[in-house]
């Protein structure tokens, strides 16, 4: 008896101790319930002293780690050198994965996800034809062949353009890239920068040119949060109908204006890309970070960011004769990050779990804990949901009535900002934002 709780005892110290060492240096799976709730009775205060202590060696030698995978990175250059491949089979899922490096500064995630410079190390890609072109959090441009994702090296090469100096004499700075969207010859990208009346979201244009990029404004949101920094921001692109595309805004931390059809936040909006008219497709929305256009049932689906929980993925049958509403800040399945917050979200009648039963539309799907939901791709029957928290891809299959039928999940172990759906190659290009990398994953079955 006395053997059966000794065994017992220190198989629990040697559990608790992989999974404290797991919290503390932030390799858990962000969707385990079991680590999450250790977590959360953790003080951080508490986890950071132990991480400084007894965990010491083992955090330096991940630091070592990631600093070498630097140096490889900022030594090989424009190269675009693949540093990892493999085959990976899941259940009925088989698939191969590369990353190749991407020469643009690393997300660094001891600052904090509110750190407000990770803002200019989120990056974008896109597909144009025979080439990838990417864009820096910085406004920087590369494109390589896309036929070198065969090879072990991109050749990647550096694209000029006069982003930074035409955002410089509309007396603005740059904040930060949201998405990168070709169509028609023409390439865009959204933006998020600092004017005299604070941060706005503005949409940039430029004719495709694989010698020089010459941007000029588009569009312009004339909406604006305090000076500082905001995650809430939106911007991704997508193509429409009518000589349209498709722009989500954030709520940038505005929760009224979410529901005021007089404003642009917490919406998703059509633009006519020759007079620049636009027309409220959506509202309700939080910050919508992923954006498709479902041509052949005339739906737009959209991913975005819950509060505390709550990411959604929503529908929005353009075909019914019905309010596109879908909520936010009034219903949420998410929760207030503090008691502070709650009292006050209370008091306004805010996060209300049902959207339903106060006259809006439901999410298709919702996820708690949150994934940090990102960019969707939809194809033939299901719906690729990518996440930044998860770092995974959520593979959301539906039934011919839209009804989600089975949820199946590809792990990367990064972060996943930017997903692109290739159909010459039948395969995936993604930005992976821990190092970064260009990733490319092809489905085997």
Request: proline letters at 2%; zero cysteines; hydrophobic letters at 35%.
């Amino acid at each position: 008896m006395k053997k059966i709780i000794f065994l017992t005892t220190i198989a629990l110290i040697i559990t608790l101790f992989i999974s404290f060492w797991l919290i503390i240096s932030g390799g858990y799976d962000k969707q385990n319930k079991s680590i999450l709730f250790l977590k959360k009775i953790i003080p951080s205060s508490i986890a950071r002293k132990v991480r400084d202590t007894i965990f010491f060696i083992p955090t330096l030698q991940e630091r070592n780690k990631f600093l070498e995978l630097q140096l490889q990175k900022y030594e090989q250059g424009l190269r675009g050198s693949l540093f990892y491949e493999e085959k990976i089979q899941k259940k009925n899922l088989n698939y191969q994965v590369k990353k190749f490096f991407l020469p643009y500064p690393s997300l660094d995630l001891s600052l904090g996800w509110q750190a407000e410079k990770n803002s200019t190390r989120a990056h974008y890609l896109e597909i144009i034809g025979d080439k990838i072109l990417v864009i820096s959090g910085e406004g920087e441009t590369i494109y390589f062949e896309k036929q070198n994702i065969k090879k072990n090296f991109l050749n990647q090469k550096y694209l000029d353009n006069n982003l930074l100096d035409v955002i410089k004499k509309r007396n603005n700075t740059l904040s930060g890239i949201r998405d990168l969207f070709y169509e028609e010859d023409f390439i865009y990208i959204s933006v998020v920068e600092i004017s005299q009346k604070g941060g706005t979201l503005n949409i940039y244009r430029a004719k495709k040119d694989f010698k020089f990029l010459n941007f000029e404004i588009f569009f312009e949101s004339k909406e604006f949060y305090e000076k500082g920094y905001t995650l809430q921001s939106g911007g991704r692109l997508e193509s429409f109908t009518n000589n349209e595309i498709l722009l989500s805004v954030g709520f940038f931390n505005k929760h009224e204006f979410a529901q005021d059809e007089k404003s642009l936040l917490g919406k998703i909006i059509s633009i006519n890309k020759e007079n620049k008219n636009f027309k409220i497709q959506s509202r309700g929305h939080r910050n919508p970070q992923g954006l498709h256009y479902w041509r052949e049932k005339n739906i737009i689906i959209n991913s975005e960011h819950g509060p505390k929980g709550g990411d959604e993925v929503n529908l929005n049958y353009l075909n019914n004769k019905i309010e596109k509403n879908f909520g936010w800040p009034i219903s949420s399945y998410g929760e207030a990050y503090t008691s502070k917050q709650k009292e006050i979200f209370d008091k306004r009648g805010y996060l209300k779990k049902s959207h339903s039963d106060f006259g809006f539309i439901e999410p298709l799907k919702y996820f708690n804990p949150s994934i940090g939901i990102s960019e969707i791709v939809h194809l033939n029957d299901s719906i690729y949901v990518s996440s930044l928290r998860a770092e995974s891809i959520y593979v959301i299959k539906l039934s011919d009535k839209e009804i989600v039928e089975k949820i199946s999940r590809l792990k990367f172990d990064n972060r996943i900002r930017d997903l692109k759906y290739d159909e010459d190659s039948k395969s995936f290009f993604l930005i992976f934002e821990n190092t970064p990398a260009v990733g490319f994953i092809k489905l085997l079955n």
